[in-house]
């Protein structure tokens, strides 16, 4: 499997954005394409993720309501669209794949990362 995540850039508080992910790779149903981010100084984190077979998503408490994930089984593509982003949201965004349970951790594809800036 082999990820590209693209959409990021500088932006205002409480602009959008939508993230992208393409992916390169069989699924199954049990495979499942998330989000995580990594604010300066901190850990990644988990974010967001969808199971591809069904289109089920979970998310972190922290971005519930503000982060909707998302697919297009045809382009073969996740996005992520953010909303009222803050200045806490800036990170470097990564999209990553697994097959298997649990969602929110070991993940065994990543893409390349997409830098999102938000200034107040």
């Known amino acids: 499997v082999q990820l590209q995540a693209s959409g990021g850039g500088l932006v205002q508080a409480g602009d959008s954005l939508r993230l992208s992910c393409a992916y390169s790779g069989r699924t199954t149903s049990t495979y499942f394409m998330g989000w995580f981010r990594q604010a300066p100084g901190k850990e990644r984190a988990f974010v967001t993720a969808?199971?591809?077979?069904?289109?089920?998503?979970y998310y972190a408490d922290s971005v519930k309501g503000r982060f909707t994930i998302s697919r297009d089984a045809a382009k073969k593509t996740m996005y992520l669209q953010i909303d009222r982003l803050n200045p806490e949201d800036t990170a470097i965004y990564y999209c990553a794949a697994k097959y298997g349970l649990p969602y929110a951790a070991g993940y065994s594809y990543w893409g390349q990362g997409t830098q999102v800036t938000v200034s107040s």
């Open positions: 969808i199971r591809w077979s069904d289109g089920s998503t």
